[in-house]
């Protein structure tokens, strides 16, 4: 193997997160409207018939399509889809930080703003209903942080005979936190808590 091929070779490659290529892609909007004088955050309660997650409460989203040109564009085509608007109802999108889940999703969350919320019809095979809470009441109250700890267990060929300890390695613990947020009957948590948590972060800072 030659110095030079292997040279050719890095000097060529553009990094990114290892293992990307494993991950299922998600896009998804965190929708602002303009509401009796005072910025209003979409949410939608996902529809009771559906398979994963019914009644819970999200931002509009889903997986990345291959038609898709990039997760901006997914993220605009799923709120369409959801909302059952149109492109021009959406503006001044921007990106928050993406976020990649210990269960095989990396997640591309933007902001944007709906300038017709009249023109909404909640598309009734994903969307149960959808509601708005005041943008200022996640300026003046933090959400609940609740650690989840995930148990380790090695599948039955593991080879402990090739790591140091063996059976008594010390494997150190995995843990999440999961974010809440109530208000009045709603409960707003899991990863649209943590992308909600980190909007409110950079327009706090």
């Not at 019914?54 to 564009?73: A, L, N, S």
């Not at 492109?87 to 999108?93: L, P």
């Not at 990649?100 to 591309?108: L, R």
Request: proline share 8%.
């Amino acid at each position: 193997m030659e110095r030079e091929w292997i040279l050719t070779k890095l000097a060529a490659h553009t990094p990114d997160i290892l293992g990307h290529k494993h991950f299922s892609k998600y896009a998804v909007l965190v929708p602002l409207i303009q509401k009796n004088n005072d910025i209003h955050v979409l949410f939608e309660v996902r529809s009771l018939q559906l398979k994963r997650q019914p009644g819970e409460i999200c931002f509009p989203g889903g997986k990345m399509d291959p038609r898709d040109k990039d997760e901006k564009t997914a993220a605009i085509r799923e709120t369409k889809e959801e909302l059952g608007i149109s492109e021009k109802d959406i503006s001044e999108i921007y990106p928050l930080d993406y976020m990649i889940s210990p269960f095989g999703m990396m997640i591309y969350p933007y902001v944007g703003f709906l300038h017709a919320p009249g023109n909404i019809q909640p598309n009734p095979s994903e969307v149960e209903e959808v509601f708005t809470i005041p943008l200022p009441y996640f300026l003046e109250n933090k959400p609940e942080i609740y650690q989840v700890e995930f148990k380790i267990e090695p599948e039955e060929n593991f080879p402990f005979e090739l790591i140091t300890g063996g059976k008594n390695y010390k494997w150190r613990p995995r843990v999440m936190e999961e974010y809440f947020f109530k208000f009045e009957d709603k409960v707003i948590w899991g990863l649209t808590a943590r992308i909600l948590s980190n909007f409110i972060e950079i327009i706090k800072e």
